[in-house]
């Protein structure tokens, strides 16, 4: 009898042993358990809209934000506290600072967007630096922008945002993102409470969809 519960002793330690370094092994994710297979995602200060858009409106903004320096002083606050919401949904994420370059090999996704505010007829207006102006529009729209670093990180393959907002402002040629319809509000008179529940609700929308982005993703890369 004592041989056996040596035995057992014995093995059982095996097993531990063989546990905890396969946990080792095991990426974490900061706050949260890791995502299986999801991609890296680094994410960048958002652009604000600086002038009335032409035909292409919004969606000319949000393909062109990779080549402008970031505007608005929540712009990396945002960015940060993406990243944050992100990794505690268990995506490995970093922030990616104004002119730092991305990791080589390139690897993952990029997430950006722009800030923009309406006019009284619901159409893109000239957000400038800190917001738009007057105390009459407290409130600024956000749409997100993900695209593969691994292909060209300069055309996202996928839009979240206010589905009307980016279909009504016009298309690019041969661009033909997909889009994720919601609707993220930056209420500029809450402040910090208003970055950080404007990141949870971003981060939750990338998480949410991550299948479909892949999807649309793999299907982006092909053509």
Do not use: C
Request: charged share 15%; aromatic share 6%; proline share 5%.
């Amino acid at each position: 009898m004592q041989q056996l519960n040596r035995l057992f002793f014995a093995g059982l330690v095996v097993s531990l042993a063989a546990t905890f370094a396969h946990a080792q092994q095991q990426p974490a994710a900061p706050g949260g358990a890791a995502v299986a297979g999801a991609p890296v995602m680094y994410v960048k200060d958002f652009q604000a809209v600086q002038e009335s858009s032409g035909s292409g409106g919004l969606l000319h903004r949000l393909r062109d934000a990779a080549h402008e320096r970031s505007a608005g002083q929540n712009a990396g606050a945002l960015a940060n506290a993406i990243v944050k919401q992100l990794s505690s949904q268990g995506i490995t994420a970093r922030y990616l600072a104004p002119g730092e370059p991305l990791p080589a090999p390139a690897s993952g996704w990029l997430i950006g967007g722009v800030f923009y505010s309406r006019d009284s007829g619901g159409r893109i207006q000239s957000l400038l630096q800190g917001g738009s102006s007057g105390s009459s529009t407290p409130n600024t729209e956000v749409s997100v922008t993900v695209a593969d670093v691994a292909g060209d990180p300069n055309v996202p393959f996928a839009v979240i945002g206010a589905e009307d907002a980016i279909k009504g402002q016009g298309t690019v040629a041969s661009w033909n993102p997909y889009i994720v319809a919601a609707k993220f509000v930056f209420k500029k008179v809450e402040g910090t409470t208003a970055v950080d529940g404007l990141a949870k609700d971003i981060a939750d929308q990338i998480v949410g969809n991550l299948q479909t982005l892949q999807q649309k993703d793999l299907a982006a890369q092909a053509h």
